[in-house]
Nanobody
Framework: QVQLVESGGGLVQAGGSLRLSCAAS????????MGWYRQAPGKQRELVAD???????NYADSVKGRFTISRDSAKNTLYLQMNSLKTEDTAVYYC??????????WGQGTQVTVSS
């Protein structure tokens, strides 16, 4: 089992920045990939960015050049640095971990609201 707790969401003006954190606990050695997803009202949950255990990253086209995913293995923490935020980035952001055994775990989500 892996437990995930997100933090760092909030209200920011367009053009501003936020950094999200996701603290993992439990069977963290079984994790091979972690990622950030988001879900806006009335829309499906979508991948924002993910990172493999060996550091390979993947980004949605809509956030390339603005968001950066990273992790601190010593702290078992995943980050998402979000710059140049747009109103369309408003959503609940979720942290997800995937294990070698193909189990997926989700955090509770953190709200990001970008005002114009």
């Amino acid at each position: 089992q892996v437990q995930l707790v997100e933090s760092g969401g909030g209200l920011v003006q367009a053009g501003g920045s936020l950094r999200l954190s996701c603290a993992a606990s439990g069977s963290t050695l079984t994790i091979n990939r972690m990622g950030w997803y988001r879900q806006a009202p009335g829309k499906q949950r979508e991948l924002v960015a993910d990172i493999t255990r060996d550091g390979k990253t993947n980004y949605a086209d809509s956030v390339k050049g603005r968001f950066t995913i990273s992790r601190d293995s010593a702290k078992n923490t995943l980050y998402l640095q979000m710059n140049s935020l747009k109103t369309e980035d408003t959503a609940v952001y979720y942290c997800k971990s995937s294990t070698w055994g193909r189990a997926n775990y989700w955090g509770q989500g953190t709200q990001v609201t970008v005002s114009s």
